[in-house]
């Protein structure tokens, strides 16, 4: 079993809404307090970053996703969520959350080194 498990995949139609969910689990290591990310690699496609949280809160955004994605965690339950709204076909992927141990997602210590297996997001037109 990873360190990092993703859920809440699954198929909707085009305009439709789904939550993703990134449990963290190290025994020695509190992943949710630094900067952590949700990436995306569709069919024939590269990996793209979707958003980013650094230890403070603050976001970024993929620009085809700005505006309809919301990530956000709860660090006392040790969870990185991705709210995913207005879903388009294009948003079709596999979808990965990452951690990186450090409290900045810029940076030479932004490195995202530890990855889940991944959760499957299919939008049908």
């Known amino acids: 079993q990873g360190e990092l498990a993703e859920s809440g995949g699954g198929s909707v139609q085009a305009g439709g809404s789904l939550r993703l969910s990134c449990v963290t689990s190290?025994?020695?290591?509190?992943?949710?307090?630094?900067?952590m990310g949700w990436f995306r690699q569709g069919p024939g496609k590269e990996r793209e970053e979707v958003a980013t949280?650094?230890?403070?809160?603050?976001?970024t955004y993929g620009d085809s996703v700005t505006g309809r994605f919301t990530v956000s965690k709860d660090n006392a339950k040790e969870t990185l969520y991705l709210q995913m709204n207005s879903l388009k076909a294009e948003d079709t992927a596999m979808y990965y959350c990452?951690?990186?141990?450090?409290?900045?997602?810029?940076?030479?210590?932004?490195?995202?080194?530890?990855w889940g297996q991944g959760t499957q997001v299919t939008v049908s037109p």
């Open positions: 990452a951690a990186t141990t450090s409290s900045r997602c810029s940076g030479p210590g932004g490195v995202f080194r530890y």
């Open positions: 190290n025994p020695t290591y509190t992943y949710i307090r630094d900067c």
């Open positions: 949280i650094d230890g403070d809160g603050r976001t």
